[in-house]
T-cell receptor
Framework: GEDVEQSLFLSVREGDSSVINCTYT??????LYWYKQEPGAGLQLLTY?????DMKQDQRLTVLLNKKDKHLSLRIADTQTGDSAIYFC????????????FGKGTRLSVIA | EPEVTQTPSHQVTQMGQEVILRCVPI?????FYWYRQILGQKVEFLVS????????KSEIFDDQFSVERPDGSNFTLKIRSTKLEDSAMYFC????????????FGSGTRLTVV
């Protein structure tokens, strides 16, 4: 079945870049998402990439997709203490209304 | 920015009791979902709902679960007879149309079954 894997923890110093990695197994994944969860809050959509793209940049966020290796990464430039949160990778086979398959989430800790 | 609102934020219930988790999706959204996250585990899909009926459900969503949109604004998840293993964070989400941008999630209801 479909599976999404992420490392559980990442610690970086403020001002450095963070790279959160994700692998998935479903070769028919069409959309890949990054969600952010701050303490006590819901899942906030950060960015997404369609499977026919290999990179997407949005301000401090860069998403890289290696479809051959089924590897997705999220790079956060100039990481700030406010970026401390859990980051979830998710995939779906079709757009919008189909179930998302999530990873367990990567807890990013930013050290001042 | 419009939000998906869930109440209560935390509910404690005794095993065997019925619980209803409430959600108010974004007002012009048409697709509604429930997901759950057991502590330390992945966020898992439970059910999707469109046009007043279930459009897809997972294996987790058995006969103990039901969803309803009783009026034009609320979307509820009912668990008829709670079990200890139902303890989890339950997230509601909504979406306007099938699109590439993902869903809007609520803040979740933490359900603790004792």
């Amino acid at each position: 079945g479909e599976d999404v894997e992420q490392s559980l923890f990442l610690s970086v110093r403020e001002g450095d870049s963070s790279v959160i990695n994700c692998t998935y197994t479903d070769s028919s994944s069409t959309y890949l998402y990054w969600y952010k969860q701050e303490p006590g809050a819901g899942l906030q959509l950060l960015t997404y990439i369609f499977s026919n793209m290999d990179m997407k940049q949005d301000q401090r966020l860069t998403v890289l997709l290696n479809k051959k290796d089924k590897h997705l990464s999220l790079r956060i430039a100039d990481t700030q203490t406010g970026d401390s949160a859990i980051y979830f990778c998710a995939e779906s086979r079709r757009s919008g209304n189909t179930p998302l398959v999530f990873g367990k989430g990567t807890r990013l800790s930013v050290i001042a | 920015e419009p939000e998906v609102t869930q109440t209560p934020s935390h509910q404690v219930t005794q095993m065997g009791q019925e619980v209803i988790l409430r959600c108010v999706p974004i007002s012009n959204h048409l697709y509604f979902y429930w997901y759950r996250q057991i502590l330390g585990q992945k966020v898992e899909f439970l059910v999707s709902f469109y046009n007043n009926e279930i459009s897809e459900k997972s294996e987790i969503f058995d006969d103990q679960f039901s969803v309803e949109r009783p009026d034009g604004s609320n979307f509820t998840l009912k668990i008829r007879s709670t079990k200890l293993e139902d303890s989890a964070m339950y997230f509601c989400a909504s979406n306007l149309l099938p699109r590439e941008g993902g869903y809007t999630f609520g803040s979740g209801t933490r359900l603790t079954v004792v």
